[in-house]
């Protein structure tokens, strides 16, 4: 059984960086069938896909996000982390990561609130 677990700090300062770590179990985040994503959802607002590393370690993110946001990956321990700098109140929200594939998201991680509080 695939299982994601979203690890990181709940409450965060602006101006800060946001560092969430994914830790997969079940299967190897290098397996070239699929990707992993990072997705968000903010207060009253839908998932929003934020961007997601590939089983190569190529990095891909919405447009929104490109100018502030990287991913990183511990192959050895299976693990990928979403780095977002210069967070605002507005990056308040649950972070999820979840497992890709070319029919949509599979698997995913129960979620990381994040709170932006100054």
């Known amino acids: 059984q695939v299982q994601l677990q979203e690890s990181g700090p709940g409450l965060l300062k602006p101006a800060q960086t946001l560092s969430l770590t994914c830790t997969v179990s079940?299967?190897?985040?290098?397996?070239?069938?699929?990707?992993w994503s990072w997705i968000r959802q903010s207060p009253g607002k839908g998932l929003e896909w934020m961007g997601q590393?590939?089983?190569?370690?190529?990095?891909y993110f919405s447009s929104s996000f490109r100018s502030r946001a990287s991913m990183s990956r511990d192959t050895s321990g299976n693990q990928f982390t979403l780095h977002l700098s210069s967070v605002t109140l507005e990056d308040t929200a649950v972070y999820y990561c979840?497992?890709?594939?070319?029919?949509?998201?599979?698997?995913w991680g129960h979620g990381a609130q994040v709170t932006v509080s100054s």
């Open positions: 079940g299967a190897s985040i290098t397996s070239d069938e699929y990707s």
């Open positions: 979840a497992r890709t594939w070319a029919y949509g998201y599979d698997f």
């Open positions: 590393i590939a089983f190569s370690g190529s990095t």
